[in-house]
């Protein structure tokens, strides 16, 4: 059982270029969500899903998109990288179930913006 | 708007010492609060939820309204539970985390 993996777990671009980290949930979860983590910060969320084919901004969205195209997928898309956004992503899988407040945390990217 | 505050960046104790991470919170619903635990070269995991009132590995969190304050208790500290430890609230659908304590349990 797989859980949440994230794709790539490490990279390294150039400012302006783009990516896009994809994450990937094998538990049939409807909710899914993108965090980043910085130093001193703790996660702040930066988009979510609710469900296959709805996304929603969170507390740091300026920068990113995102896309749920297949309930199992998360995309987070960066078009034009900036230093600023050198930081490790995290993404997270829950159930809309009863009880479904325990997150499901994926193993992070580290993503380095020159 | 919804906050989680953690005060104590770092929290340095010998084996066997009483510990306390401190959280508290700003939200005017009411709240759901979590606390998650990342140890070394793991994945952020749930160590215990509000609503369970449970006690997972000796630790405790009880939910102060009053204080608006959700602290992580256990009496007797191990080596193993070194760690970054995260608060949480939910908040309709989406989770606020505060900025983390790094717990360190020296020997």
């Known amino acids: 059982n797989a859980g949440v993996t994230q794709t790539p777990k490490f990279r390294v671009l150039k400012t302006g270029q783009s990516m896009t980290l994809l994450c990937a949930q094998d538990?049939?979860?409807?909710?899914m969500y993108w965090y980043r983590q910085d130093p001193g910060m703790g996660l702040r969320l930066i988009h979510y899903s609710v469900g296959e084919g709805t996304t929603a901004k969170g507390e740091v969205p300026d920068g990113y998109n995102v896309s749920r195209l297949k309930k199992q997928n998360f995309l987070l898309g960066l078009e034009s990288a900036a230093p600023s956004q050198t930081s490790v992503y995290f993404c997270?899988?829950?159930?809309?179930?009863?009880?479904?407040?325990?997150?499901?945390f994926g193993s992070g990217t580290q993503l380095s913006v020159l | 708007a919804q906050r989680v505050t953690q005060p104590e960046k770092l929290l340095s104790v010998f084996k066997g010492a009483p510990v306390e991470l401190k959280c508290n919170y700003s939200?005017?619903?009411?709240?759901?609060l979590f606390w998650y635990v990342q140890y070394s070269r793991q994945r952020l995991q749930l160590l215990l939820r509000h609503i369970s009132r449970e006690s997972i590995k000796g630790f405790t969190a009880d939910l102060n309204k009053g204080e608006t304050s959700f602290h992580l208790k256990k009496p007797f500290a191990q080596e193993e539970d070194s760690a970054m430890y995260y608060c949480a609230l939910k908040a309709f659908n989406k989770f606020y985390f505060g900025s983390g304590t790094k717990l360190n349990v020296k020997p």
């Open positions: 538990m049939n979860h409807e909710y």
């Open positions: 997270a899988s829950r159930t809309a179930a009863g009880g479904g407040e325990k997150l499901f």
């Open positions: 939200y005017s619903g009411s709240p759901e």
